[in-house]
């Protein structure tokens, strides 16, 4: 198969990150024929980045983009994927609560199709994650019709030509969210894989706190306001061109 671009978000994962890239550089060398594991210190306040520099130091294919600030989820996925050489990228947390392994569903399910997803089946959180997360997803596919089942399920990949269409302008929580509304509203093919999740073993997450939530709600309804303008100007651009 062609080669693969594994791209790990991180802050504040210096209790992870070690044992995410090691999975990530076993699976990925073990499914493609060539490889790259890219991971983004989004600012972080621990020793993340010192980890993966050494890692780096023992194995080329593993890079590292530091942000010296923290940008936010959606900003360390977009550096991520343009720091992307290879035909596929393939993206997921590096707080390890997914399996690296199931990335062979994800490939094996590429054919006929430009993304695959998947969705936790079961979601392993506390339950108000959950609950935020149930909201989160009934909220997106009655603004924009449906999305996807798990839009924020952080086990994603699809072919790196998608990134030349879809340009997706959120660098926060929404990130996920306009990625996929953009990509289905060009016509991409999308695919939805089960994936196993685990409950978070070591570091804290920070998406369930209130300022963070609201901050999300407000980004969403911006952009689905954004979006329709745009979609309103694309259908009036047509209508005249039909005339």
């Not at 926060?172 to 999740?197: C, D, K, N, Q």
Request: overall charge positive; some cysteine.
């Amino acid at each position: 198969m062609t080669g693969i671009s594994v791209v790990l978000p991180a802050y504040n994962e210096e209790a992870n990150i070690a044992a995410a890239v090691r999975e990530a550089v076993a699976v990925a060398g073990r499914l493609a024929d060539d490889y790259e594991v890219i991971v983004v210190d989004d600012g972080s306040r621990d020793r993340t980045a010192e980890i993966v520099q050494a890692l780096a130091a023992e194995n080329p294919r593993v890079r590292l983009v530091r942000h010296p600030t923290n940008r936010g989820y959606g900003g360390a996925l977009a550096s991520g994927f343009a720091a992307a050489r290879l035909d596929l990228v393939f993206f997921t947390d590096s707080d390890r609560q997914f399996v690296m392994a199931e990335l062979e569903r994800l490939l094996a399910a590429l054919d006929g199709a430009d993304l695959v997803i998947g969705y936790r089946a079961p979601r392993r959180d506390p339950f108000i994650r959950r609950l935020n997360g149930f909201g989160w997803n009934l909220l997106i596919n009655t603004l924009f019709g449906y999305t996807a089942r798990d839009v924020d399920c952080a086990f994603k990949l699809f072919r790196r030509s998608v990134l030349e269409r879809v340009v997706v302008e959120s660098r926060g929580a929404t990130f996920s969210a306009e990625f996929l509304v953009r990509a289905r509203g060009l016509g991409y093919r999308i695919r939805e894989v089960p994936v196993t999740h685990r409950p978070r073993q070591a570091g804290r997450a920070t998406g369930a706190r209130l300022d963070v939530i609201l901050r999300a709600f407000r980004e969403l309804l911006r952009f689905w306001w954004r979006y329709r303008r745009e979609q309103r100007a694309a259908h009036r651009l047509l209508v005249r061109r039909e005339r």
